[in-house]
């Protein structure tokens, strides 16, 4: 079984259109928590208040750091998706911290992010434009077919 962790962007459905494009496959996927206030406030949910909202990001930061290393770190395969209009430099971490682990990364990306992510390109071994070509790269890697 391919263990695929999905990180980046979470504003659209790209996570559900990688997941329904590879039924069948032997894959399963992981990913951070994507309800965005949920996110957030899950440091001072869990581990109490906090009066300054640097110090309640902190905390949020931190504890979702946990999930994705281990998400990551458990992964044969992580995905970064770089979202259209939101910058996401947790996405840049997760990338570099799978590189660093020898992880196959793939990056989800725009063509007119070529240059401002080059760095992050350079480390994946695919770069995709469309979840449906992410979902073909692990068909590929598990079956060894070609789509069409």
Not at 29 to 45: I, K, L, N
Not at 64 to 84: C, K, L, P, S, Y
Request: hydrophobic share 40%; charged share 25%; glycine share 8%.
């Amino acid at each position: 079984m391919l263990k695929v962790y999905l990180s980046g962007e979470i504003h659209t459905d790209w996570r559900e259109r990688i997941k329904e494009g590879a039924k069948g496959l032997d894959v399963t996927f992981s990913s951070p928590v994507t309800d965005h206030a949920a996110s957030d406030d899950c440091g001072v949910a869990i581990l109490g208040p906090e009066d300054s909202k640097v110090w309640h990001d902190h905390k949020g930061a931190k504890l979702n750091a946990i999930r994705t290393r281990r998400g990551i770190e458990q992964a044969d395969v992580v995905v970064v998706r770089f979202g259209e209009k939101y910058k996401q430099w947790n996405a840049a971490f997760d990338a570099g911290y799978a590189a660093a682990l020898g992880k196959s990364l793939i990056v989800l990306s725009l063509p007119d992010q070529q240059h401002a992510l080059k760095e992050v390109h350079a480390a994946a071994l695919a770069v995709a434009e469309e979840p449906e070509q992410v979902v073909q790269v692990l068909r590929y890697v598990l079956t060894g077919t070609l789509p069409g």
